[in-house]
């Protein structure tokens, strides 16, 4: 009896040694949060095509690429927040030996390498991203000039490895549809012009074919529509705009006025073959309009009628 005790305590004390190994294996290879103190405000991207510089200026607005186009918020405050807060799930490897870098797409040919500063060009952190694991949204990069290969969870090749292009903001202007107070049309067609007024407020013809009887609904919606233009692409700045007119609209919206002028842009056989440039009062940039989009600044007051 005391023999078979002995065993049987004897094989607790083993399991429970067994269970402390792995309790302590498993604390090493556990979740490890790394968090900068300090925000960046210059983020610069290189690849072994070319490098994109990010920044964030003293009011807070987002410019990206040399020529310090206005930047997609979302996407910086994706990359801001990305180099600030890093979850290391697992090290990898502990060398940086030619092969376990290609391995891991941490090579130069293959690889991302983020340099994050301050204002005063103090670098703050530098990462270098690789592949994804064959998991998806878990990715291998290097912190530093540090040898160590890391698991850390996200798809930063992703959020770290866009163009200047894609990085751009692609909204031309946005406005609150309740400020747009007059709303007017110039083509080679002619002229028209609406106008809100009175108590509640009305939309109603101020130049134009006035024997019109304007659709309530539609006008409204037509006005509302027009409080915000994203651009479906920006176009080359040497783009050429057509020597025939466009049609230019003119919004003025809380006592500030915002023209928008579309070109179409076809063979004038199939409309899908069309394209819609634009320009406007609001940005230096020449860009490009889905139809739909395009279909709004060419109106024709004759499509406000009820």
């Not at 690849?47 to 964030?56: I, K, M, N, P």
């Not at 502990?94 to 690889?111: P, V």
């Not at 592949?131 to 290097?142: D, F, R």
Request: hydrophobic share 35%; with cysteine; glycine share 8%.
């Amino acid at each position: 009896m005391n023999n078979r005790k002995t065993i049987l305590l004897s094989a607790i004390a083993l399991l429970l040694c067994i269970y402390i190994v792995q309790l302590i294996r498993a604390g090493s290879t556990s979740v490890k949060n790394i968090t900068l103190k300090d925000t960046p405000t210059v983020y610069s991207m290189k690849t072994a095509t070319g490098e994109v510089l990010l920044t964030c200026t003293k009011d807070g607005k987002w410019i990206v690429g040399a020529q310090n186009y206005p930047a997609n918020d979302n996407l910086a405050t994706s990359i801001r927040d990305d180099i600030k807060n890093i979850k290391i799930l697992d090290t990898v490897s502990h060398s940086d030996s030619a092969a376990t870098l290609e391995r891991y797409g941490l090579d130069t040919a293959q690889a991302v390498t983020v340099t994050a500063s301050d204002a005063d060009g103090k670098v703050l952190r530098t990462i270098i991203i690789g592949k994804e694991s064959s998991t998806g949204s878990q990715t291998y990069i290097k912190i530093g000039s540090g040898k160590d290969i890391y698991l850390v969870s996200g798809s930063l090749k992703n959020t770290f490895g866009k163009s200047v292009g894609e990085l751009r903001s692609d909204e031309v202007y946005s406005v609150k549809d309740s400020d747009i107070s007059h709303v007017a049309v110039s083509s080679a067609e002619g002229k028209w012009e609406l106008e809100k007024s009175g108590t509640p407020e009305v939309w109603s013809i101020a130049s134009g074919n006035k024997s019109i009887t304007l659709d309530t609904e539609k006008t409204a919606s037509f006005v509302s529509s027009l409080a915000t233009l994203n651009a479906q692409s920006w176009a080359d700045e040497n783009t050429v705009l057509p020597e025939n007119g466009g049609v230019t609209m003119t919004l003025t919206a809380a006592g500030k006025e915002i023209s928008v002028t579309v070109y179409k842009i076809g063979n004038g056989k199939d409309d899908k073959d069309d394209k819609y440039l634009g320009t406007s009062t609001s940005t230096p940039y020449k860009f490009y309009l889905a139809k739909y989009a395009a279909d709004r600044y060419m109106k024709k007051l004759d499509d406000l009628k009820k």
